[in-house]
């Protein structure tokens, strides 16, 4: 299915292009807008940029942004392949399907039988299951790990968010 190319706005052109730039130069940025400006499909763009070089991670704070983050991504993006690695049931993801687990083997079964990229959206309390199939399952690096709402993640690194600044549990191509 190909969706049509909605057209980022000035300002959302402008960070996709800083963030690019800096990907190319450094394994992370940070992408700073208001609220209602359009950041998840900057993020989409992105990650379709780096679509080429593996599979994207989506890490969100919460279910309810799993399920909506998924929709606009089935809605607007050019990569058809998505998985939930979360305890949402298939009731609860709205009008979106995707599969759904937090079986680290079936992670790692589910993302290496599908041609082309996938987008992975997990939840922060989801990480330990993408580690063990890393680990244990041979999942393969990602390609690009977008973090919506990292502004949680910082300070203590102690905290259960902060665990996606450590390379050993987000494992990424840099």
Known sequence: ???PAIQLRD??????????????HMPRVTVISATGSGKTLTAMRVGEHFANDGNILVIVPSLNLISQTAAHWARD???ENMLGVCSLT????GTVRLPLTTAPRRIAELIARN?????VFATYSSLPALTRAHK??????W???????AHRSS????????????????????
């Open 90 to 93: 298939p009731t609860q993801t």
């Open 136 to 141: 244990k399952h041979r999942l393969p690096r």
């Open 143 to 149: 390609s690009i790990v977008i973090i919506d709402e």
């Open 115 to 119: 041609c082309g990229p996938i987008v």
């Open 155 to 174: 300070g203590n690194s102690d905290k259960q968010w902060a665990a996606v600044h450590d390379d050993a549990v987000v494992v990424q191509f840099f």
């Open 1 to 3: 299915m190909t969706h």
């Open 11 to 24: 300002h959302q052109r402008e960070a996709f292009r800083a963030a690019v730039r800096g990907l190319t």
């Open 77 to 79: 993006s050019v990569i």
